[in-house]
């Protein structure tokens, strides 16, 4: 099945967060991150890093430290923050950089249409930037401040 896992989940999570942020050039911290979202904080702070590895985030040192995304949301794409939490992401093996390792590669009569899922999944990330997630996110939480507003009790 194909699933982010935990940590690709936790980054998303945290590069909203800080795109929300952005406009109040405020740095988050590891800490208030799980704590809003309850992930335990070892694992954030390990998310967070990777990110700042990944050329995604800026991470500034002290007292009062944090997080902040090193460029525009615009200019994030989800596929961006997958490749940097996961590395090389494929749909079977003989897709990716271990496709010698996969017995039916010579016979394989499914890595052509595979490729081309594969590369319309990868199109489809990276073109979905986080300025869109963020969007998303605002028109729900629009669309239920709406909804509780015209129910009564």
């Not at 967060?17 to 740095?27: C, D, K, R, T």
């Not at 494929?90 to 496709?99: A, E, H, N, R, W």
Request: aromatic fraction near 8%; hydrophobic fraction near 35%; include cysteine.
């Amino acid at each position: 099945m194909l699933k982010f896992n935990k940590k690709v989940e936790y980054a998303l999570i945290a590069m909203l967060e800080m795109a929300q942020q952005a406009n109040a050039n405020e740095l988050i911290t590891a800490k208030s991150v799980s704590s809003r979202y309850h992930i335990p904080q070892e694992i954030m702070g390990k998310v967070l890093q990777t990110l700042v590895k990944g050329g995604l985030l800026l991470s500034v040192q002290g007292v009062k430290g944090g997080y902040t995304l090193a460029t525009h949301p615009d200019r994030v794409s989800i596929w961006q923050v997958v490749q940097a939490i996961e590395g090389p992401v494929t749909l079977v093996t003989c897709i990716g950089p271990d496709k010698h390792y996969c017995q039916q590669y010579e016979y394989c009569n499914i890595r052509t249409p595979l490729t081309i899922i594969q590369d319309k999944l990868e199109e489809y990330f990276s073109d979905m930037k986080l300025s869109d997630v963020q969007q998303i996110y605002r028109n729900q939480e629009h669309a239920n401040v709406s909804d509780s507003v015209g129910m009564s009790c």
